[in-house]
């Protein structure tokens, strides 16, 4: 698989009707993990944690609600994310875009199985690098 870059956008809640209007308007398959399927409660339970449309042609669309307590303004709606299977040179772009960032979640193995970190850049810019664990 090597490295991938991907879109990332983020909703206010209506996630779901995002990642339906998509996959129907560019083909290929969603999937979609709520926050209450990762253990949240409560009434945000339902709200996608993460969307991911890939088509025939090779388009990845990823798509989430904002988590409780995060609100959408100018410059938080886009995020850029990379994954893929090459882990020596996603681990070596996450220490580049950290270095004098902000590392929002460290990057290490999460719940889902895959290595995942998130940061902001030295110049705002959101990351989230995701190394597939191995399938074997």
Not at 31 to 54: C, L, R, W, Y
Not at 63 to 78: I, K, L
Not at 79 to 96: F, P
Not at 114 to 127: E, L, M, Q
Request: hydrophobic share 40%; net charge negative; with cysteine.
């Amino acid at each position: 698989m090597g490295v991938r870059l991907n879109p990332y956008l983020h909703f206010d809640g209506n996630a779901a009707e995002v990642v339906a209007f998509y996959t129907d308007a560019l083909g290929g398959t969603s999937n979609v993990m709520t926050f209450g399927s990762m253990g949240m409660e409560g009434p945000d339970a339902d709200k996608i944690m993460h969307g991911q449309i890939e088509t025939d042609s090779g388009i990845t669309l990823m798509v989430s609600d904002f988590p409780p307590g995060v609100t959408r303004e100018s410059g938080n709606d886009v995020t850029i994310s990379l994954s893929g299977d090459d882990e020596a040179t996603l681990r070596g772009y996450w220490d580049k875009l950290s270095a004098d960032g902000k590392v929002e979640t460290p990057l290490e193995k999460q719940m889902w199985g895959d290595i995942f970190g998130a940061c902001v850049d030295r110049y705002g810019v959101s990351w989230l690098v995701d190394i597939a664990a191995p399938t074997s």
